[in-house]
């Protein structure tokens, strides 16, 4: 079982930055790998970043790329998403996602945080 927990959303101007956290409980953090996804309103959940159990390997959305970095800290139980350059089309819940291997669909992740909100105005 793995709990996870979300913090580090708020608001945000076009242009600017923020960072979330995930805070992760659970035996063998390590071997999950970790990705957070996001649900705009009206949308469906989608995909945005993933991270391997070892953090040797990222995967991204095309519509992130380069300008979201995500890492783990598996001394701290912990994975970040850094977000840089925000559009307001990244308005959106985000959700720190666990699984055994990284995927891009929903359907498929194991364990789910409760979701932080992240708005960018422009």
């Known amino acids: 079982q793995v709990q996870l927990v979300e913090s580090g959303g708020g608001l945000v101007q076009a242009g600017g930055s923020l960072r979330l956290s995930c805070a992760a409980s659970g035996r063998s953090f390590g071997s999950y790998a970790l990705g957070w996804f996001r649900q705009a309103p009206g949308r469906e959940r989608e995909f945005a970043a993933a991270?391997?159990?070892?953090?040797?390997?990222?995967y991204y959305a095309e519509s992130v790329k380069g300008r979201f970095t995500i890492s783990r800290d598996n001394a701290k139980n912990t994975v970040f998403l850094q977000m840089d350059s925000l559009k307001p089309e990244d308005t959106a819940v985000y959700y720190c996602?666990?699984?055994?291997?990284?995927?891009?669909?929903?359907?498929?992740?194991?364990?789910w945080g409760q979701g932080t909100r992240v708005t960018v105005s422009s």
């Open positions: 991270i391997s159990g070892s953090g040797g390997k990222e």
């Open positions: 996602a666990a699984n055994i291997v990284a995927v891009r669909t929903p359907n498929a992740i194991e364990y």
